[in-house]
């Protein structure tokens, strides 16, 4: 998997620059990050899956590039005993893009985009890739409920830090901010696929914790 994804680094970055020294020395330090021990969930196999997903829908986006950008540092800084996680992963992204010399105005989309990931909720209405990355973040919702499963043991290994009764109560209550939303998924696309599946499978891990 690791080649793969640096096979889709490097065709990103090498379209804003020519040092390959550069874009190795970022990849590692992507790498390094997302293959912490502590990351049980949001690692590189997630990211595979994002950009995965951001491949199949690259027609529908305003901004390629920049929204795959957002997906490799939207969770290079992840401490689950911090709640600014994603502010911090922003400003770390948008002092590494600057390097490239992207333009501002993009930089400021891919910083807001990883911002919005925090709380889940668009930013930016006029942004419509915005919905597209919420969506596929919180795919493994609207997976089948082994796979699904298998991601809420992650996060508890996530928070192996705090004993049961904490995460428990902490996990409720992110879980039932889910089921309160008006919709998970703002594409009508993954809304349609996964809308029903991810609130089936919220509702059996409520039911369990």
């Not at 889709?8 to 390959?20: E, F, G, P, V």
């Not at 889940?120 to 973040?137: G, K, S």
């Not at 699904?148 to 830090?161: A, G, L, T, W």
Request: charged content about 25%; glycine content about 0%; aromatic content about 14%.
């Amino acid at each position: 998997m690791n080649t793969d994804l640096y096979t889709l680094w490097l065709n990103l970055t090498s379209k804003y620059t020519d040092d390959a020294l550069f874009i190795d020395n970022h990849w590692e330090e992507i790498k390094d990050a997302y293959t912490r021990k502590n990351r049980h969930y949001h690692n590189l196999q997630h990211l595979n899956y994002m950009l995965h997903l951001a491949t199949k829908d690259a027609v529908n986006l305003m901004d390629y590039d920049m929204i795959l950008f957002a997906i490799w540092y939207h969770d290079i800084i992840y401490n689950a005993t911090k709640s600014n996680n994603e502010f911090k992963s922003a400003k770390f992204a948008q002092k590494q893009l600057k390097k490239l010399q992207i333009d501002s105005k993009r930089v400021e989309n891919c910083v807001d985009l990883i911002i919005s990931t925090k709380k889940h909720e668009i930013l930016n209405v006029q942004n419509e890739d915005n919905a597209y990355l919420l969506d596929w973040d919180l795919a493994i919702l609207g997976t089948p409920w082994e796979t699904y499963q298998r991601y809420s043991q992650n996060i508890r290994k996530e928070y192996s830090m705090f004993p049961d009764f904490m995460y428990k109560k902490g996990r409720k209550k992110v879980l039932q901010h889910f089921l309160e939303r008006p919709r998970i998924y703002y594409t009508k696309k993954y809304y349609d696929l996964w809308e029903t599946i991810a609130r089936n499978n919220i509702q059996k891990e409520l039911t369990l914790l």
